[in-house]
């Protein structure tokens, strides 16, 4: 497999086509927080584009701590991080946007290479202290600093993710098993729940070096409680480790944080052992054999257009014997084809004129035919004037007849043939339900949404069996409307509800406010808004709102 392929993945079927504006052109991986992708911004620049998982984004509190460190986290600009340009806590889901780093994590590196000699790992420790001043110096702690977190840079390390960690901890998602943090690289006061300060990530720094120098966990691995254990209750085994980084990273993983160095000190203290390639003003050549080759990135997705087809010229060919018109030739051609442009315009305009006074004649023409019926039926069938007495016997009788002629024909005419409008047909009533709930053990229907039926036995029913949370029927249709509050009316949902055939909603891109419409096998359709949607537990997964229904309206 090349490296290209390694890193550029293509894109699965549930992967977003585009997210925010950001077209999507690769998928670069995924973690605890989410999917990340490579896209790019109008200018071209590529980006990391991470997603934020469902189970995460469906946590109002997560939310509320993803807002604050994407705040914080725009006021880190540092040489070796990867600097956040865009982001959106409230989105659905919620994204951020990085500057793409063309480069291998040192997972990667590792994995591909083995542990890397003792002044690349100097230089690794030198650039990702300098980073951690950057984030420090923003009023952030990292807590998730790893080597999957480290990308390798041609001109040095590269750290991601900082202050994204924090949000995390603490949400319902974390509480169940999925925990942000990495076991093997955690500080004993934050595998025990103590104040995480700097000084936590620089034990992770320490970890991370040493897996750069032996190519695997210094605590070793297992399980994650064996190794938090190790990493709380006994001393490091530096003995395998190159003896020259043996000091430095001694003090790194200091079990009381209060001793171990500051970034500032452990960049001091490497640039003294790299000597002259510190001071080069470019990564050691030690570093660029570790980095590998330069990956070319894919390029931007250009946005979907429709273009009319058009004939090529290219596939076009003279007939034989054709030739170039001169100059003289082509201005006589012109001369032709505005005298024949003219007579053409004129000759329209004459028949044009010719028209209008032939449909003149016809209409006057029928005027008079319709004036002479006209006073033929005033006169009566014999043409004399109904003034006569003789003329007033045959015009009532002919009319007489006629009359009950047009009568039997049912032609309407008659006064008591003439057929009523049609009645106005009455709007469906709306019942309003102001608290309707549903879980994997309560649905209900329709016909009555106070009802709570057990075992799924209703129409309407919640369930977190598959990927996420969902809306499901066998009968009942769903679909979501788009925009915002107010916007679920009745003739919304019965026009949405005609053209759908969807049993099952999906509801991840819900949130609280938005409107549902369904649609039983009876024809009732109804309005469910959300108030409040639980789902990051599926185990104890809800939803409830309130619901609108209007009865026998499809």
Known sequence: ????????????????????????????????????????????????????????????????????????????????????????????????????VPGPSLTEAVARRGPLPVPAVLWLMAGVAEALQAVHGAGIVHRDLKPSNVLLAADGPRVIDFGIALAADGTAYTATGGAIGTPSFMAPEQAVGDEVTAATDVFALGQTAAFAALGRPLYGEGSAINVLYRIVHSEPDLSLLPEPLRPLLARCLAADPAERPTPAEVVEWCQQRLGADADGGGAPAVWRDITGPEVAVPAPVPAPTVVAPRPSADHWQPPAGWRQPTPEERKARRRRTALITAVGVAGGALLVTALAWKIGDVQGGLGR????????????????????????????????????????AGDGTSEGSRPSSPATPEEPVATPYPSVWVDAKNSVNLKDPHEQLKNGKGEIRFGCEEVGC???????????????????????????LAHTKAHTLPLAGSANGSEICVKDSDGNIGLLVIQTKSTAMPEVAFLRGEMTVWRNAA
């Open 369 to 408: 035919l319709g004036a002479a019926d006209s006073t033929k039926s005033a006169a009566g069938p014999t043409g004399r004037s109904s003034a006569s007495s003789s003329g007033s016997e045959a015009g009532s009788s002919s009319g007489a007849s006629d009359s009950s002629a047009r009568e039997a």
């Open 1 to 100: 497999m090349s490296q290209v392929t390694e890193v550029f993945r293509p894109l699965q079927a549930d992967d977003p086509a585009e997210v925010a504006g950001y077209r999507i052109a690769a998928r670069l991986g995924a973690g605890g927080m989410g999917v990340v992708y490579l896209s790019h911004t109008q200018g071209g620049r590529p980006v990391a584009l991470k997603v934020v998982r469902r189970e995460l984004a469906d946590d109002p509190d997560f939310r509320r701590r993803f807002g604050r460190e994407i705040k914080a986290a725009r006021r880190v600009r540092g040489a070796y991080t990867a600097e956040l340009i865009d982001a959106d806590a409230d989105g659905v889901p919620p994204w951020l946007a990085t500057l793409y």
């Open 470 to 496: 969902e809306l499901k029927s066998d009968t009942a249709v769903f679909i979501q409307v788009a925009g915002g509050p107010g916007d679920g009316t009745f003739d919304t949902c019965r026009f949405l």
